[in-house]
């Protein structure tokens, strides 16, 4: 069962240009990752937030936390080809384990 | 670099055939996942070793999918009668608190 709902599927823009992909579900999480995978590669971890309204910044990533924690965004500002990738939400520990319950994902192409 | 490492990187494969991947997971971590990701899909849980106990398995493991921890530090991950179906990247995780991938066996059953 698919928790996560991410959008848009597909996002294919410029170098230079600002971006937001999302991260939705109906359920409450007591916390979200975000991964990106690089083609080829397995998922790393980007960032983990925790508190409802919380926003973290990575460099040109700023990650926001819905308030409610049913949601969550990215923002890349500035977007560079190294940021081409597949970005992954989920929220850790809610499959039991610890085990991670991914939505589909967010691909992105940047072009140069 | 003492990341999660996986081996092989690709496989290719008739159908029928049988295929193991291995995992060497992060020394310290006595949490190991192995998930599946199709095209176009972000990962599925497929099984779970707390140490050398499987502590669960996904209904997407079939009966022809086995895998193994016997000592608590790396896991195998097999495939018997493979079908075109399998065709996918399976992805090994170790964790304590946060889950580190490795980079993934790309499997391609013909």
């Known amino acids: 069962t698919q928790l996560l709902e991410q959008s848009p599927q597909f996002l294919s823009i410029q170098e230079g240009e600002n971006l937001t992909v999302y991260c939705n579900s109906s359920s409450v999480f007591s916390s979200l990752q975000w991964y990106r995978q690089e083609p080829g590669e397995g998922p790393v971890l980007l960032v983990t937030?925790?508190?409802?309204?919380e926003v973290k910044k990575l460099k040109r990533l700023t990650f926001q936390f819905g308030d409610a924690r049913k949601d969550s965004s990215l923002h890349i500002t500035a977007a560079q080809p190294g940021d081409t990738g597949l970005y992954l939400c989920?929220?850790?520990?809610?499959?039991?384990?610890?085990?991670?319950?991914f939505g589909a994902g967010t691909r992105l192409a940047v072009h140069p | 670099d003492t990341g999660v490492s996986q081996d092989p990187r690709h496989k290719i494969t008739k159908r029928g055939q049988n295929v193991t991947f291995r995992c060497d997971p992060i020394?310290?971590?006595?949490?190991l996942y192995w998930y599946r990701q199709t095209l176009g899909q972000g990962p599925e849980f497929l099984t779970y070793f707390q140490n050398e106990a499987q502590l669960e398995k996904s209904r997407l493991l079939s009966d022809r999918f086995s895998a193994e921890r016997p000592k608590g530090s790396f896991s195998t991950l097999e495939i018997q009668r493979t079908e075109q179906g399998d065709s996918a990247m399976y992805l090994c995780a170790s964790s304590s608190e946060d889950s580190h991938f490795g980079p993934g066996t790309r499997l391609l059953v013909l």
């Open positions: 020394s310290e971590h006595n949490r």
């Open positions: 989920a929220p850790p520990g809610s499959g039991g384990y610890n085990k991670l319950i």
């Open positions: 937030v925790v508190t409802g309204g």
